[in-house]
C-alpha cells in the first residue's frame, strides 16, 4: 500500500537568506511521500529563483506564484492546491527536526486525530538555542468535548490565576491537521492584514470542528530569529488592533458556545500583546514626551482596565504584575523605565547571559516581510 501523503505548506515572502535552510530540512525529512507546495508571495528578492530551482531539482515540490496578500491567504491558497491527508503549515525562515512528519503522522494515525500538536525551540540570530518549549498537558489525547472545555483553554494560555502551564502553544507551525477536516468545515486562516494575530483567531474557531487532539511532547521545530524580528518603530493604530483581536475571538467564543474558562483564558494574549505594543512605544524613536502620551493612552484606556479588573495574576510572573500594577496606576514613566529593562535583558539572553526579566506566551510577530 502506498505511504499516506503529507501536504507541507511554505508561505514564502522575500526570505532569500533563509529559504534553503528551511527547504532542505523538509526534502531531508525521514517520511518520503510528500508535496511541498513553495506559495510564492509576489516575492521581490531572490526568492522566487530558489523556488525555481528546488522545483526543478525536486519533482515533489511546486512552486506556486501569487500576488502579494499576507501570510493568511498564502496559507489558504496552499491548503487549495493541496491534495494529501495531513497537511502542515510551516514559515519558511524557520527549520524542522528531520523526522518531524514522520513522528506527526505515525501518532496522528495511532490516535485518529485530527490535529497533533508538538513543541519548538526558540533559535538566536546566531543559531543557538535559547529556549525549548516542549507539551505537558495532563493527557496527551483529548476527545469531544473535553477538546474544548479541558484542551483548548490550556493550548490557548497558561492558568496564571494558578501557575499552571502546559507547554502547549496555539499556533499553526506548531500543529499538523488531518486536510479533510479543513475543507469539509469550509475553515480558512484569517488575515494578519484583518485580524492582527491571525493563528489565534483562525484556530480558535477551527476548534469548533476539532473531534480529537493528540499532544507529541516532543520538540519538532526551530523558530528562528532574524535580523527584523523585532522592530523599534511604533504604528499609532497598533493599539487599536488588539484590542479588535481580542473583541473579534471573544465574539468566536460567543458564536461557537465556547465556556467561561476559554474566554478567561483570551486575557492572556491580549495582555501580552499588549504589553509588546507598550514595549515598541518605549524602545521606540519618540521623543519621551511621545512616549509618555501614547502610553498614557493605552495604560489608561477603558477596555485595558477592564481586562485587567477581571483577570487573576497571582500566579503569573512577577515581572508582569508589577507591569499590570503600574497599568492600574496609570504610571507611565516606570513603565518606560521597566520596559526599556526588558530590553536590556533580551540582548543580555542573546548574549548568552544568564538574565530574565519577562516570561510570557505571545503569538510571535513581526517576521521578516509581510510576515
Known amino acids: 500500500m502506498e505511504p499516506i501523503l503529507i501536504s507541507v505548506v511554505l508561505p514564502v ?33 531572490k526568492s522566487q529563483e ?11 515540490i511546486r512552486h506556486i506564484r501569487k500576488e502579494n496578500q499576507g501570510l493568511g491567504m498564502a496559507r489558504n491558497t ?26 506527526c503522522c505515525a501518532l496522528a494515525e495511532r490516535e485518529q486525530a485530527d490535529v497533533v500538536i508538538f513543541g519548538f525551540c526558540s533559535v538566536s540570530k546566531t543559531g543557538q538555542v535559547v529556549k525549548t518549549r ?15 472545555e479541558e484542551f483548548l483553554p490550556e493550548l490557548m494560555a497558561p492558568d496564571t490565576a494558578r501557575g499552571k502551564d502546559s507547554g502547549l502553544w496555539m499556533s499553526a507551525w506548531t500543529s499538523f491537521f488531518r486536510l479533510e477536516l479543513l475543507q469539509t468545515s469550509g475553515w480558512q486562516f ?26 507529541l511532547p516532543k520538540a519538532l521545530y526551530y523558530y528562528c530569529e532574524n535580523e527584523t524580528s523585532l ?32 474566554r478567561r483564558r483570551l486575557a492572556y494574549p491580549y495582555l501580552s500583546n499588549t504589553i509588546a505594543a507598550a514595549k515598541q512605544i518605549s524602545q521606540s524613536g519618540l521623543s519621551w514626551r511621545e512616549k509618555r502620551r501614547y502610553l498614557e493612552a493605552m495604560i489608561r484606556d477603558s477596555h485595558l482596565c477592564q481586562v485587567l479588573a477581571g483577570t487573576e495574576v497571582g500566579r503569573d510572573t512577577r515581572s508582569r504584575k508589577v507591569l499590570f500594577f503600574l497599568f492600574r496606576k496609570g504610571w507611565t514613566l516606570p513603565c518606560i523605565l521597566l520596559l526599556a529593562g526588558k530590553a536590556y535583558a533580551s540582548a543580555a539572553i542573546r548574549r548568552g547571559m544568564n538574565f530574565s526579566l519577562f516570561t ?8 521578516i516581510g509581510a510576515y
Open 50 to 60: 530558489i523556488c525555481w530551482k528546488w522545483a526543478e531539482k525536486d519533482s515533489r
Open 190 to 215: 484569517v488575515s494578519e492584514r484583518v485580524v492582527l494575530s491571525e493563528d489565534l483567531y483562525s484556530l480558535l474557531r477551527l476548534y469548533g470542528f476539532v473531534q480529537k487532539v493528540a499532544v
Open 360 to 367: 510570557g506566551k505571545c503569538n510571535a510577530q513581526g517576521k
Open 78 to 103: 496552499g491548503m487549495e492546491h493541496a491534495a494529501g491527508k495531513y497537511i502542515c503549515f510551516f514559515d519558511s525562515d524557520d527549520y524542522v527536526a528531520l523526522d518531524a512528519l514522520e513522528q
Open 13 to 45: 515572502y522575500n526570505v532569500a537568506a533563509y529559504l534553503e535552510r528551511c527547504i532542505e530540512s523538509i526534502v531531508n525529512q525521514t517520511y518520503r511521500n510528500l508535496e511541498i507546495l513553495l506559495i510564492d508571495d509576489g516575492s521581490t528578492d
Open 231 to 262: 522592530s523599534r518603530t511604533y504604528r499609532p493604530d497598533r493599539y487599536a488592533r488588539i484590542k479588535d483581536c481580542y473583541d473579534a475571538c471573544m465574539a468566536v467564543c460567543r458564536e461557537l458556545g465556547y465556556g467561561q474558562e476559554v
Open 134 to 148: 516542549i507539551p505537558c498537558p495532563e493527557r496527551l489525547a483529548y476527545q469531544g468535548d473535553a477538546v474544548r
